[in-house]
């Protein structure tokens, strides 16, 4: 009986020793690593931000907010600022809200209307529905002076990221008057509720185009990687989608710029018909080379297009992602000076895989809050959905997005460095829509076209 303690004592230690001798080994090769060149995803917030740098921002062709370079931020808001915001930050409990989909057990929080737009600025009654890490937040000053309608953002905002997202918006609602269309919802981790810290607002004499400010993004970027926190992109496109103040909405990515006009000539095309139970209306994207100017129409677009400056999104990433029935007749017309459909489609098999942005209505369905950005794909279990309900889609001319900056490329697979955490939310992704799907075919009749 007595060797039996010394016995443990011994295994215990050697347990140790091999663990550490492990993380050792791991480090070595796991780290260096990390810092490469990181991988590039469905959407473009995300670590490869790190490898850019101030001189690297001003390089480019299209910074947000570059336009108003050398503009003096005026010394009062255009926003309707709550909670004591930009200067203090006060919310009462009882004013946290659970998120559409996770209900009270779900593991996020959203503290509604930060900003509210002025209702003045309702129309037309289409809401852009947009979301962003802390760090890509001043992305907004590009859409809101292209987007003709009510914009509603959701900034997750875990800790000090809050800080920064209020930094940035304070800026930009001091620079430019549509802001007042704009209202932001902060979503949190329930375990990391947002903080701003009295002293967060140094004297700053930075100019409009924030490039102070957006230069300080990377280091939130590399805290949330560090500390392993995952972008809930469906828990912000639920909230900015339910939030919004118009029953009709567009779900879209920060970094996707709408053509021009795009809202008041798809009102001009339906001509005053009520949102149809249904039916969406897919707005074709497209990304174009960071030297170059995100076009404003189709004639523009097109022109780059025959240049090999623009491809259709995600063309070199994910092949059937972005790429929608009808492009080839798409890409054959020219451009219509206004927004028409171009055919009905299914997403239906060989569609299956395909995840359009589309403008539709706050009765569709949620997207699924327990996927990942960093683990793609995520909005796939909607689409499937929409297939089950028997959605029609309307392909649109005359409209599109273009996502900025630049073309993203597969670099990954090349390169080893994609890091163990983003494989991992890949895997966690594919397993939860599976199970999603299995919930899926018993809620709806069978539908063999909707493959999963
Ligand atoms: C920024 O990036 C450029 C090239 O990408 C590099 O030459 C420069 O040293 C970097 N500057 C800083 C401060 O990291
Ligand atoms: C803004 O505030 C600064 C400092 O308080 C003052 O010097 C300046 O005149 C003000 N500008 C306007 C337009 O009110
Ligand atoms: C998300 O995950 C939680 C915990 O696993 C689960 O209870 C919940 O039903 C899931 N929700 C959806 C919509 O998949």
Request: hydrophobic residues 40%; aromatic residues 10%.
């Amino acid at each position: 009986m007595r060797g039996y303690p010394r016995r443990l004592i011994l295994i215990i230690g050697i347990v140790v020793f091999v663990f550490f001798c492990t993380r050792l080994l791991v480090g070595r090769l796991v780290l260096p690593l990390a810092d490469d060149e990181a991988p590039s995803s469905s959407s473009t917030h995300g670590p490869q931000r790190l490898a850019e740098n101030l001189s690297a921002l001003v390089a480019r062709a299209y910074v947000p907010g570059m336009y108003m370079r050398g503009e003096k931020p005026k010394n009062n808001t255009g926003c309707a600022w709550k909670y004591g915001l930009p200067n203090i930050f006060y919310y009462p409990v009882d004013k946290l809200h659970f998120t559409p989909q996770g209900g009270e057990d779900g593991p996020y929080r959203v503290l509604p209307f930060i900003i509210r737009s002025s209702e003045s600025e309702l129309t037309p009654r289409l809401t852009f529905c947009t979301h962003a890490t802390a760090d890509l937040v001043y992305n907004i000053v590009e859409i809101v002076k292209r987007w003709e309608g009510p914009v509603s953002l959701a900034v997750f905002s875990p800790s000090r990221d809050a800080a920064l997202a209020v930094r940035l918006l304070d800026r930009a609602c001091r620079c430019l008057p549509e802001m007042r269309k704009l209202s932001v919802h902060l979503i949190f981790p329930a375990n990391r509720i947002p903080i701003i810290a009295s002293d967060y607002y140094l004297p700053e004499d930075g100019d409009c185009a924030a490039l102070d400010l957006q230069w300080e993004r990377l280091e939130s970027v590399a805290e949330r990687r560090d500390q392993g926190v995952t972008y809930p992109i469906n828990v912000a496109r639920n909230v900015a989608k339910t939030l919004a103040m118009t029953t009709r909405v567009l779900v879209a990515d920060i970094e996707l710029l709408p053509s021009d006009k795009l809202a008041s000539g798809f009102f001009k095309m339906i001509n005053g018909q009520p949102p149809n139970k249904g039916l969406a209306f897919v707005v074709p994207v497209f990304e174009i080379e960071e030297t170059q100017q995100p076009p404003k129409n189709k004639r523009e677009l097109m022109a780059a297009i025959n240049k090999d400056l623009a491809v259709y999104f995600h063309k070199y990433m994910c092949i059937h992602c972005q790429r929608f029935p009808g492009i080839t007749k798409w890409m054959l017309r020219p451009d219509p000076g206004r927004v028409r459909p171009l055919i009905v489609t299914r997403r239906e098999y060989p569609h299956h895989r395909w995840e359009p942005v589309f403008i539709g209505t706050q009765d569709d369905p949620l997207y699924n809050e327990n996927m990942t950005w960093e683990g793609r794909q995520e909005k796939m279990s909607q689409m499937l959905e929409m297939c089950l309900m028997n959605y029609h889609l309307i392909i649109l001319d005359g409209a599109f997005l273009v996502h900025t900056p630049g073309i993203k490329r597969k670099t990954y697979q090349l390169n080893p460095s994609k890091s163990t955490f983003e494989r991992t939310q890949e895997v966690l992704n594919a397993q939860i829509y599976q199970s999603i799907t299995q919930n899926l075919l018993k809620q709806y009749p069978i539908n063999r076209k909707c493959r999963q």
